[in-house]
């Protein structure tokens, strides 16, 4: 395994068990750990199901400012996996017609889904603006993150 996500994983794990902060403090914090250490993670964040609505909306993330606050289901690559509970890694966005784009300078995007007690309640969703830099590697790891994260959730 890739010794970066080694280390990511240790520090995931211990945000996840500190005692002060709530949920969303510590997937903040998840966020701006994985931004700032993974060179092409260049903006992060986790969406989540928006009530009973068909629609996820933006929760922490770490990056620049994004417009896309709330998505319907289908819509994009994050509305896709919401449907869909699979992966997606979008090794060119350029090359995918249901993209929608949050920076002229994203080139490729990670969406991993999030269950509790197996309903996809969110995701973790990457954006780099490095071409199809993600490997089973980052899918491994965001897995990880994501169950880590449920537990907390």
């Known amino acids: 395994m890739h010794t970066m996500f080694e280390t990511l994983r240790q520090s995931v794990i211990e945000i996840l068990e500190k005692k002060d902060g709530d949920s969303t403090e510590k ?55 919401a449907e869909s509970n699979q992966n997606f890694v979008v090794p060119d966005v350029s090359a995918q017609d249901n993209y929608i784009a949050c920076s002229l300078t994203v080139k490729s995007e990670i969406v991993v889904p999030l269950f509790k007690n197996g309903e996809n309640i969110g995701q973790i969703d990457i954006d780099s603006n490095t071409p199809d830099p993600f490997t089973e590697a980052d899918e491994r790891f965001l897995e990880f993150v994501n169950q880590k994260v449920a537990e907390i959730l």
């Open 27 to 81: 997937m903040q914090q998840i966020c701006d750990l994985l931004r700032n250490t993974a060179d092409y993670y260049d903006w992060v964040g986790f969406y989540f199901k928006n009530g009973d609505k068909r629609e996820l909306k933006l929760g922490p993330y770490a990056g620049e400012p994004t417009d896309h606050t709330i998505i319907p289901f289908g819509k994009g690559i994050c509305g896709q996996v």
